[in-house]
């Protein structure tokens, strides 16, 4: 059965920082774009970051461009997000996902999901 685990969330000042990682297993990780989405409650699931097999592209959404990192470890089967100068408004539960074809910003296009790890950044 594919897994993908979400760790490092938690609880962080405004201005702090926290890194999410992405464990993957029972799939070919490395033949997989990979993504991050967030969801706030009362709110839709939406793109965060997403990064190509190789590691080669990635892409951001803007709110986070600049702030945030999206990373991978193929040997490790272990995808990243290094998140800075958070901002309450980053409060959310994190998501990774793997996508077979390419590393776009749409939910849909991702077959693997986590189970989420919650981030809370406080003011």
């Known amino acids: 059965q594919v897994q993908l685990v979400e760790s490092g969330g938690g609880l962080v000042q405004a201005g702090g920082s926290l890194r999410l990682s992405c464990a993957a297993s029972?799939?070919?990780?490395?033949?997989?774009?990979m993504g991050w989405f967030r969801q706030a409650p009362g709110r839709e699931r939406e793109f965060v970051a997403a990064?190509?097999?190789?590691?080669?592209?990635?892409t951001y959404t803007d709110s986070v461009n600049g702030r945030f990192t999206i990373s991978r470890d193929n040997a490790k089967n272990t995808g990243y997000l290094q998140m800075n100068s958070l901002k309450p408004e980053d409060t959310a539960v994190y998501y990774c996902?793997?996508?077979?074809?390419?590393?776009?910003?749409?939910?849909?296009?991702?077959?693997?999901w986590g189970q989420g790890t919650q981030v809370t950044v406080s003011s």
């Open positions: 996902a793997a996508n077979i074809r390419y590393y776009t910003g749409s939910r849909t296009d991702y077959s693997y």
């Open positions: 990064i190509s097999r190789s590691s080669d592209s990635t």
């Open positions: 029972r799939f070919p990780f490395s033949m997989y774009a």
